[in-house]
């Protein structure tokens, strides 16, 4: 009996150091849309397209988010209140952030008149020369936090539409609210799908 508790103490302490690296792993690995972050006491819905939304009564308020870009200068997400903000967390060692980086290019172009702003988060790349690289080859003209480590990621709070995966992308209201998100790469259409709504909000 004893031998068995003890056996299964010796497991729950083997145990917490993997869910620990697989929590790491999940937010360093690239995507596939799978995860969802619905459910319980939430308010918020993912529809059968990937994308989760909250009603405008009910969107909790996103994190102070500020940094340094991959420029070398300061970037500061409140210097952005009143617009609706695109927030993708990306990596130019990840393949699906390669296919979707064609559209946001395109999108936020195509919405800067209508008060969107994009707003990358470099992250997982340890140096900026890639990432530099990769903002060039796709001609990516908007800035982009530079956030090795990943600590942006984890100020989102819990129960919330967080950035999880990379890539994933979060949409913020006019008001500063968390509206929208997705676990998937995304190409243009899902991404009007994602902003359009928000730029229609009174």
């Excluded at 299964?8 to 083997?14: E, G, H, P, S, V």
């Excluded at 909790?60 to 070398?72: C, F, Q, R, V």
């Excluded at 340890?126 to 800035?143: C, L, M």
């Excluded at 100020?155 to 919330?160: A, S, V, Y």
Aim: with cysteine; charged share 25%.
């Amino acid at each position: 009996m004893s031998h068995g508790r003890a056996s299964r103490r010796r497991f729950t302490l083997l145990a917490a150091p993997a869910a620990a690296a697989a929590l790491a792993l999940t937010l360093s690995a690239c995507g596939n849309g799978d995860e969802t972050g619905g459910g319980g006491d939430t308010n918020f819905v993912t529809g059968t397209g990937g994308i989760s939304t909250v009603a405008k009564g009910d969107r909790a308020t996103a994190p102070k988010l500020d940094g340094e870009s991959l420029d070398g200068e300061h970037l500061d997400l409140a210097d952005y209140k009143g617009k609706v903000v695109v927030l993708n967390a990306w990596g130019s060692w990840c393949g699906p952030c390669r296919l979707e980086a064609k559209y946001f290019t395109k999108v936020a172009k195509a919405t800067a008149d209508q008060g969107v702003q994009f707003v990358g988060i470099n992250t997982r790349d340890p140096r900026r020369g890639p990432a530099v690289s990769f903002e060039k080859d796709y001609g990516v003209t908007y800035p982009s936090f530079f956030d090795p480590t990943g600590k942006l990621l984890l100020r989102f709070p819990k129960g919330t539409l967080n950035l999880q995966t990379i890539p994933s992308t979060v949409v913020i209201d006019r008001n500063g609210k968390i509206a929208a998100r997705s676990l998937e790469a995304l190409d243009d259409t899902k991404l009007h799908e994602m902003i359009d709504p928000l730029i229609a909000e009174k």
